[in-house]
């Protein structure tokens, strides 16, 4: 699921389209693993019993649903649902499903970009990026961004590239007849 062209503005074009790091969906695929091996027993050992079993059996299910749909599923949406996207004019975050959220922030804007690294992020190659911005809103906070130091110096890169386009068109010499 690509980040559709037609909310970009004219003349913008994405350079960087990202999603959070694959590590996020570690977790949940290990839970997947326990949850469907865990159901497999609860099967395979409640089959042969009789009314108190079937009712294990059921309210194994159940359980194993809920936490296949809450631990599992939700995440791997989110994480399928999340887009952050450099753009040679603005930094684009989209979050959610049903419930969508997002936060743009234009590169003139922007002040200072920082990350952080723990040790398991440097050793899975992501971060957290922060962006400092002139306006209210102030900072944006982009947890599990792949790669995050080439994603920072590449915001460097775009946010000087802006700025001279913006100088460039503020000096068009007029047309004086």
């Known amino acids: 699921m690509a980040y ?24 949940p695929a290990l839970l997947l693993l326990v ?40 995440p791997f949406l989110n994480w399928y649902t999340t887009h952050y996207v ?7 975050v989209r979050t959610g499903l049903l419930h969508r959220e997002g936060r743009d ?15 398991f992020d440097r050793i899975f190659r992501c971060g957290t990026l922060m962006v ?13 961004v792949p790669a995050v130091e080439l994603v920072q110096r590449e915001i460097y890169r775009l946010h000087d590239a802006d700025d001279e386009r913006r100088r460039g068109l503020g000096s068009l010499p007029s047309d004086r007849s």
Do not use: C, Y
């Open 4 to 27: 559709p062209t037609k909310l970009l503005g004219d003349d913008e074009s994405i350079v960087h389209e990202l999603r959070p790091h694959w590590r996020t969906l570690v977790g």
């Open 35 to 74: 949850v469907a091996a865990g159901t497999g027993f609860l099967l395979s050992w409640s089959s042969t019993g009789g009314t108190l079993h079937s009712v294990l059996r059921w309210a194994g299910l159940a359980i194993a649903l809920v936490g296949f749909v809450g631990w599992v599923l939700r």
């Open 86 to 92: 450099l753009t040679d004019r603005r930094i684009i």
């Open 105 to 119: 922030m234009p590169l003139s804007r922007v002040n200072d970009v920082s990350f952080r690294e723990s040790l």
């Open 132 to 144: 400092e911005s002139g306006s209210e809103q102030g900072q944006l906070v982009i947890a599990n």
